[in-house]
Nanobody
Framework: VQLVESGGGLVQAGGSLRLSCAVSGRTFSSYAMGWFRQAPGKERELVAT????????HYAGFVKGRFTISRDNAKNTVYLQMNSLKAEDTAIYYCAVGQNAYGLGSTAPSMYDAWGQGTQVIVSS
């Protein structure tokens, strides 16, 4: 399984970015997807998850309506639209594929068995 993230970069506080994650090597439409992030000196944390069918989304509390996860099963791609970015959103963002088919989107990193290489997001204040 291969996951390739893109869309990261440098943005000013209050700005927006859209991350993409293209997946190959697995039947994308049958698996839940997740976005996680890791800031320097901190543990990896959940950002958002989406169920295999796209109907169920879960967000970390710090998202507070600023981020939206979505998926396009025809393109084997999951997205993370990030608005109203804050300096504390600075981190490497990773996408991951759920390990079990037809999952609803677990919040535990251990339930994801394939990860992308990450894309850096830097928010300047």
């Amino acid at each position: 399984v291969q996951l390739v993230e893109s869309g990261g970069g440098l943005v000013q506080a209050g700005g927006s970015l859209r991350l993409s994650c293209a997946v190959s090597g697995r039947t994308f439409s049958s698996y839940a997807m997740g976005w996680f992030r890791q800031a320097p000196g901190k543990e990896r944390e959940l950002v958002a998850t989406i169920s295999w069918g796209g109907g169920i989304m879960h967000y970390a509390g710090f998202v507070k309506g600023r981020f939206t996860i979505s998926r396009d099963n025809a393109k084997n791609t999951v997205y993370l639209q990030m608005n109203s970015l804050k300096a504390e959103d600075t981190a490497i963002y990773y996408c991951a594929v759920g390990q079990n088919a037809y999952g609803l989107g677990s919040t535990a990193p251990s339930m994801y068995d394939a990860w992308g290489q990450g894309t850096q997001v830097i928010v300047s204040s």
